[in-house]
């Protein structure tokens, strides 16, 4: 199947209420092209390099998503176009971001990343962390970031219900932080899970949006 007709059939099962990130990591703007000449516009890269090699070398309509991790050092590059950072994991790190927003006249929306696998080598906070953060006072002075939602990557495993526990406990977190602290904010409605392996599984539990690579561009080779 070509990459067009792997985005249409991925595209087709989901739900209108579900978001599709294309995650073009390691792939060629060629191949990306192909998806964006399919009609889709977004994207996903994790590593800043990358992101703004190809940010300048495609059309600017495109929505570029962040959902590696991100270093305070490098938020400069790529706060002039991100749509969303799905990997914030610190205060610091959201300072900066709001800093550099400012200088570029922004606001820009991020997701707070949430340590939900086994696997110890996952990046996210923990609970704790996230409430600390969300009752941090300074969070109230930060006028040019938008907190929009959570995410979260479940373990790579074979036990699917261990990969749906750790789903279901995101959408948890996701509804007790809504409650408690964004009741009214409408914007707070993301819940960035499931990857090409397990995005049916997410979905079900509640994900708003799913990052997808291998399944829409094949395997990656990393050089
Ligand atoms: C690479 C990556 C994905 C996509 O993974 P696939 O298994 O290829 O769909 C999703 N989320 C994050 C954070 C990634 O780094």
């Not at 990358?50 to 706060?79: F, R």
């Not at 036990?159 to 409408?186: C, G, H, M, P």
């Not at 993301?190 to 949006?209: H, L």
Request: charged fraction near 25%; hydrophobic fraction near 40%.
């Amino acid at each position: 199947m070509s990459i067009a007709d792997k985005l249409n059939t991925i595209k087709s099962e989901l739900p209108s209420h579900v978001k599709l990130i294309a995650v073009s990591k390691t792939h060629p703007v060629e191949a990306i092209m192909e998806a964006y000449n399919a009609g889709h516009r977004l994207f996903g890269e994790n590593k800043v390099q990358e992101l703004v090699s190809k940010y300048e070398q495609m059309p600017k309509d495109i929505e570029w998503h962040l959902i590696g991790h991100l270093q305070t050092n490098k938020v400069k590059y790529i706060a002039p176009f991100v749509s969303l950072i799905h990997s914030v994991d610190s205060l610091k790190l959201l300072k900066t971001i709001n800093k550099e927003a400012a200088k570029n006249n922004r606001v820009i929306d991020c997701l707070l990343q949430v340590h939900i696998a086994q696997e110890e080598t996952k990046f996210g906070l923990s609970t704790q962390e996230l409430h600390d953060i969300l009752k941090s006072p300074e969070l109230d002075q930060l006028n040019n970031i938008r907190i929009c939602g959570l995410m979260g990557m479940a373990t790579f495993t074979d036990n699917i219900q261990q990969v749906r526990n750790e789903f279901r406990n995101l959408k948890n977190i996701f509804d007790e932080v809504k409650n408690a602290n964004f009741q009214t904010e409408s914007f707070f409605k993301e819940i960035s899970m499931g990857m090409s392996g397990d995005y049916r599984i997410a979905i079900e539990e509640g994900s708003t949006m799913v990052r997808i690579g291998s399944n829409i561009f094949g395997h990656r080779i990393y050089s």
